[in-house]
């Protein structure tokens, strides 16, 4: 006897897609349950588990189904040959980095690498679903060698290192690290005063000699002489000791070969010794 109750009708994929990736970067694949899931879409969690046969497979299925959909905007955007090969290759960049903290594309993506290193059925996954990314930028490559746009080379190799640069900047992004934004610049230095060793443009007054024969002082009326005299130099200030310094070697005991002064690791508190004229203490 057939059952009188109506079927519910199966929600299309794309819905439940659309709500397992929605889940899944607001509170991560760890509390994602089939139950919940299926609450959400008012289906049952065996009828997901039909469908889909593990939570790993569902997110699979929602990161290929996620990139598609942004594989397509990808596809328009490098077959638009109005733009030379650098605007599409910004294109590409702005369609691979996420748009902010959250990105639920980049979500999904973090939770795949983060299943891979146990699943090798997610490792195969992940690699069928990136291949399309690095196929366009190989060719996009090799496009602006040929036009002189870009400087020869191995396109493979530089589209692997171009994607691997693009993850390490979109994970914190994604995440929402703080300081994933490169620092303001440093404001420039002020300039340095002038040198006090620079020559003096004033010139000297000539040396009279006397009727003794000997030369006189400089006249004072010279401009060299009413200029006042110039401020002492400011000695240098003694750097300040932290606690990590003491913990540096001590210089050995015996003669300092520049100076002939004898140098001792033993601390001197003071001294009294006095000394010739002349002549430095040892």
Excluded at 41 to 59: R, V
Excluded at 77 to 87: E, R
Excluded at 189 to 206: I, L, N, R, Y
Excluded at 218 to 237: E, G, Q, V, Y
Aim: charged share 25%.
């Amino acid at each position: 006897m057939a059952d009188p109750r109506p079927r519910r009708p199966a929600r299309p994929r794309e819905e439940v897609f659309a709500t397992a990736r929605a889940a899944i970067a607001e509170h991560g694949l760890a509390k994602l349950t089939m139950a919940g899931l299926g609450k959400q879409l008012q289906m049952s969690a065996g009828h997901l588990l039909y469908y889909f046969g593990s939570k790993d497979q569902l997110l699979l299925e929602t990161l290929r189904w996620s990139e598609d959909q942004l594989g397509a905007r990808r596809r328009d955007a490098l077959a638009d040959h109005t733009l030379d090969p650098w605007q599409r290759l910004d294109a590409y960049l702005r369609l691979y980095l996420p748009e902010g903290a959250g990105d639920p594309r980049w979500i999904l993506w973090v939770e795949v690498w983060g299943r891979s290193p146990t699943s090798a059925e997610i490792r195969q996954g992940q690699q069928e679903i990136e291949a399309p990314w690095q196929a366009d930028l190989v060719a996009l490559i090799e496009q602006g060698t040929a036009t002189g746009h870009f400087t020869p080379g191995p396109a493979a190799d530089r589209a692997f290192q171009i994607r691997a640069l693009l993850d390490g900047l979109a994970v914190p992004i994604a995440i929402g690290l703080p300081d994933t934004h490169p620092p303001p610049p440093s404001p420039k230095p002020p300039p340095s005063p002038p040198s006090s060793c620079a020559p003096d443009p004033t010139p000297m007054a000539p040396r009279v000699p006397t009727p003794s024969g000997k030369y006189a002082d400089r006249s004072t009326d010279s401009p060299r002489s009413r200029r006042p005299p110039a401020p002492a130099p400011a000695r240098a200030r003694a750097p300040e000791v932290g606690p990590a310094d003491f913990l540096r070697s001590r210089p050995p005991e015996g003669r300092n070969m520049q100076t002939g002064l004898h140098i001792s690791s033993r601390p001197q508190l003071c001294s009294r010794t006095r000394s010739r004229p002349g002549r430095l203490p040892v």
